[in-house]
């Protein structure tokens, strides 16, 4: 072991090789640092490097380059902040929120004065979604990255090749590009096709450059590189700021009187006594005993540094907090960029402040470093986070500096002129903040995950290039895809050639905001989705977190824990037997009990929570799906949850929002029971609420329809055809954008697949949730048939019958006959035909149960072969999965939605399938008639069954 003491340094650095030269020149640089620290030195001066100078030796702002900003393209820098939402904006003009834990964040501040603020920006509910959002100006139901992206997540919910990305398109205009940080829209290399793993920076995004960590920091080392148990250290690390201690190099080099996390920042470890406590002197233990390769969150992590010809994952862990190492390689891309004289864009994406919580070092926080727990279960966490999130704002404001782009005076951050500079500056973040650390009046329940306001609305800030009329705030609603657009206008790229029928864009234009303080609203409606991500069987598992079941994420149990959450995997090795939500429900209270980490979770359905057992813990099913659309203040969310809840499986609710009144009143959504919240399907809605819901359902569904999609569709060209089955062979025998069957493994099957999808893709029709297509509609006729054939609503439409008789209670029919209801020139644009019946025997395959064009044309609502339901437009239509058995009562649904104009079947009220009618081909004329189970003449009558019908229903809309 070599010690090295502060009085010692230049002798030792003087007999280094190389290469411990420069590791003992950055630990001598800290130590200075931490030093200057001790001796009462001013916070705001710590730092784990010196502040860069720009050429004239000066860190204050650069002067205006020699060439005119007029005369050359701007340069672009975007910064991606984690996890730090709405909720932790303090500053003006979003002024959220009066709680003391609140985030100090002066250098975002800084930027919001001199810049444009958008206080309705939405992004998505986690983090892949939205870097893919604003990289392609598509949603995630396109782009195919629904959620976070954790291995061994299949690549269907990775970023694809094909997409036309920012970077991508400004390549044509002449810019470098260069991504710095968190990558996180693509797998590891074992669950990417060739090529695709960590060569998509470049394969696939098309940044020329990329140097950072690829998806999500590791766990913390509790055991300090092994030196202790396992749990005993929580953050990874030891001490305040006061303390001081060992710690030691992986080259065998130990220096003393360091703090520990600043020892981490430099890329040593703390060095430990054999009782586990931290060493005063370095020979008070052993710097060999440590495992220097144990990765710890946000101190040592794995590396990926990609450029078209290089795909390098270093086999040593990279020593230095990532923070710091996102901001210093940003800075160092972009001053490389400048000598180039091209235009370039940056993307610093930043980890922080994503779980794992972390105590970041001293030359960050200055003297708020704490020793405080980072256990999710203390208050600790939450302070941690706040940490976190202020050594992030400063270590921005250490990258701006060194680029010239800003100054500290008197250690206060002051932006420099960005329009001399030729620079534009965007700030976004990514999703809301992890529900632990949401500030009120946010809601930590609706939070990071979800659509709600909570989970999705982030602070947008736009500084430099393009920004007339500094220090405001827009409030229309605005979408992170939109920032496609103003990345793409900024370079002076039309954005809006790149949209084929095949690859739709969902970006508005953002520029006018920029330029025009008096812009009014451009975009109508703000769409947000949440979905599951797609795994092989048995690779994922259930957690529980926060007294929520978490499915389709969560890939082991030591990720479950390190969220704060309880893994109910039934297994800590994959395939795991319990893979969702239903294998650990129950519907019987004697059997709801799951033990897990000590707490007893009752796993009853939510009708039934009130039974459960007590002293347990009920647990909240997850959302498979979740949508939302807003439309000024009023806005819609559509969960979709387990299918082992149907039928109450599908929930849809419609918001009033009120205006947002920082610091108190965030206008997010009520809760059940508050005025402006509604079920659309029960209750009883104003006017201008009902006609919301009837616009923001509509938008849904066409927003949900206007992708046409195949899994087999893999190089998502919008048509199955030759170039998908070159793609199966292409990755035969690897995960790819091919596995059609999810299976993670492309082969035969997904061969087969491809030749039975043939052809133009189809609507995604079962995307559609089941509870958008009910309605509340108006009971027009009802015929009990009890006894006689009139209408017991009260009108004087009689059903005639065509044979059959009336025999108790119910209507008997045989081949060929039926009932006739006049339409009596209502408008039937809107409906919904309802009747019980039982099919005795069949005449023909096919078999009609509904005809609307008085027995004249061959189409309709027919039973088939199998007894599935089907609909003839034309076109043919689906078949039903719930079929009619001969003998078997059973109720059927046939419906019509005026608005989206959407045609769906049900059987004993779970919706089968849905098509649209766009035509209205399904619309019974008003000069009509609606026949029941008797055929038309073109087929001679002969498609008929015979059976009996209880009752019938004809409920509309339209026709009141």
């Known amino acids: 072991m070599r010690k090295l003491s502060l009085h010692g340094a230049r002798a030792a650095a003087s007999v280094l090789p190389v290469a411990q030269f420069r590791f003992a020149a950055c630990a001598l640089l800290s130590m200075f640092v931490v030093s200057a620290l001790q001796a009462d030195a001013p916070p705001t001066v710590a730092s784990s490097k010196p502040p860069a100078r720009n050429k004239l030796g000066s860190n204050r702002a650069p002067e205006p380059r020699t060439k005119s900003a007029a005369a050359a393209k701007p340069n672009i820098l975007v910064i991606v902040l984690d996890d730090i939402g709405m909720d932790q904006m303090s500053f003006p ?53 629904v959620t976070a992206i954790v291995d061994p997540m299949l690549p269907i919910t990775q970023l694809h090749p094909s997409e036309v990305t920012v970077p991508k398109l400004l390549a044509g205009a002449g810019y470098i590009s260069g991504m710095l940080g968190k990558y996180h829209m693509g797998g590891g290399s074992e669950n990417t096709p060739p090529g695709y793993g960590y060569e998509a920076p470049s394969a696939t995004l098309g940044v020329d450059f990329y140097d950072g960590y690829w998806d999500l920091p590791p766990s913390v080392d509790s055991t300090i590189g092994g030196q202790t148990a396992i749990g005993t250290y929580d953050c990874g690390g030891i001490g305040g700021f006061t303390v001081r201690g060992a710690a030691c190099f992986p080259n065998g080099m130990c220096v003393e009187n360091v703090n520990p996390y600043q020892a981490m920042a430099m890329g040593a470890t703390p060095l430990l006594k054999a009782d586990g406590t931290l060493a005063a002197t370095c020979a008070e233990g052993v710097c060999s005993g440590i495992n220097f390769e144990a990765l710890n969150a946000y101190y040592v992590w794995s590396r990926t540094i990609t450029t078209a010809n290089l795909a390098l994952r270093p086999e040593l862990p990279q020593r230095e907090y990532l923070t710091s190492f996102i901001s210093r390689r940003t800075a160092e891309w972009i001053e490389n960029a400048r000598e180039s004289g091209q235009p370039w864009i940056a993307f610093s994406m930043h980890s922080s402040a994503h779980t794992p919580i972390q105590t970041p070092p001293p030359s960050l926080t200055g003297p708020a470093v704490t020793n405080v727990s980072c256990a999710l279960s203390g208050v600790g966490f939450r302070q941690q986070f706040k940490l976190m999130a202020q050594s992030l704002d400063k270590s921005i404001g250490n990258m701006l500096v060194d680029l010239g782009l800003g100054s500290r005076v008197n250690g206060v951050f002051e932006l420099g002129d960005l329009q001399a500079a030729n620079t534009m500056l965007l700030i976004v973040n990514d999703n809301g903040t992890y529900g632990y650390d949401v500030l009120p009046p946010f809601d930590p329940q609706r939070s990071k995950q979800t659509v709600f306001e909570s989970g999705v609305r982030s602070a947008c800030i736009i500084a430099g290039v393009g920004v007339q009329g500094p220090a405001r705030a827009v409030d229309e609603i605005v979408s992170i895809t939109d920032l496609f657009g103003l990345l793409c206008e900024t370079a002076g790229v039309d954005w809006t050639k790149v949209e084929t029928p095949s690859r739709r864009i969902d970006c508005k234009p953002m520029m006018p905001y920029l330029t025009n303080p008096n812009q009014g609203a451009i975009r109508e409606f703000d769409f947000a989705m949440y979905k599951q991500g797609s795994f092989a ?27 704060g959450g309880c893994w109910a995997g039934g297994s800590v090795v994959a395939p795991y037997p319990n893979t969702n939500y239903c294998d650990i429900a129950s519907t019987d209270p004697k059997n709801a009990i799951y033990p897990c980490g000590g707490t007893n979770y ?15 813990t009920w647990a909240a099913p997850p959302s498979l799906v979740q949508y939302a659309v807003r439309h000024g203040h009023w806005k819609l969310i559509v969960q979709q949850l387990p299918t082992c809840l149907a039928p109450e499986d599908c929930g849809i609710r419609l918001y009033k929002l009120k205006t947002p009144v920082a610091p108190y009143v965030p206008g997010i959504e009520g809760e059940e029971g508050d005025e402006g919240v509604w079920n659309p399907l029960i209750d009883d809605m104003p006017t201008v609420a009902r006609l919301e819901y009837e616009l923001l359902k509509a938008e849904l569904i066409r927003m949900i329809l206007s992708e046409p999609t ?79 054939y009139n209408d017991s609503v009260g009108t004087d439409v009689v059903a005639q019958p065509l044979g059959g008789t009336l025999v108790d209670g119910g209507y008997v029919f045989g081949a060929n006959q039926g009932l006739v209801v006049a339409v009596d020139g209502l408008d039937l644009s809107d409906f919904a035909i309802e009747f019980e019946m039982k099919v005795n025997a069949t005449q023909f395959a096919f078999s009609k149960l509904l005809d609307f064009f008085n027995r004249t044309e061959d189409r309709g609502f027919y039973r088939g072969p199998t007894g599935a339901v089907f609909q003839i437009l034309p076109p043919f239509g689906p078949m039903s999965a719930t079929t009619l058995p001969l003998g078997v009562t059973t109720t059927v649904r046939l419906a019509r939605d005026g608005g989206t104009r959407l045609l769906s079947a049900s059987v004993n009220g779970v919706v089968q399938w849905v098509m649209p009618d766009p035509l209205g081909l399904a619309i019974p004329p008003s000069d009509g008639n609606i026949t029941f189970f008797a055929d038309d003449s073109v087929t001679n009558y002969v498609e008929t069954c015979s059976g009996s019908v209880n009752w019938i229903r004809i409920s509309s809309n339209t026709a009141k």
């Open 93 to 145: 003009p979003f002024n959220w929120n009066a709680a003391p834990e609140s985030p100090s964040l002066p250098v975002l501040a800084e930027i919001a004065a001199h810049g444009v603020s958008f206080r309705n920006f939405w992004a998505t509910p986690e983090c892949s979604p939205s870097r893919a959002s604003m990289l392609t100006g598509r949603q995630s139901l396109r782009t195919g990255v």
């Open 537 to 563: 069987e048995g690779a994922v598992g259930p957690c529980i977190m926060q007294g929520s079941v978490v499915d389709g994420l969560i890939t082991s149990d030591s990720l479950c824990v390190a969220n």
């Open 602 to 616: 009752c796993m009853l359905p939510p009708e039934l929570q009130d039974q459960c057992p007590a002293g347990s």
């Open 710 to 788: 195949s899994l087999s569709d893999g190089n998502l060209d919008g048509v199955v055809d030759g170039a998908d089955i070159a793609g199966v062979l292409n990755e035969w025998g690897s995960m790819g954008f091919w596995d059609a069957t999810q299976d993670g493994v492309v082969d035969g099957n997904d061969l087969a697949c491809v030749l039975n999808a043939w052809g133009d893709n189809p609507f995604p029709i079962a995307n559609v949730p089941e509870c958008l297509l009910l309605s509340e509609v108006t009971l027009v006729h009802e015929y009990q048939l009890d006894g006689n």
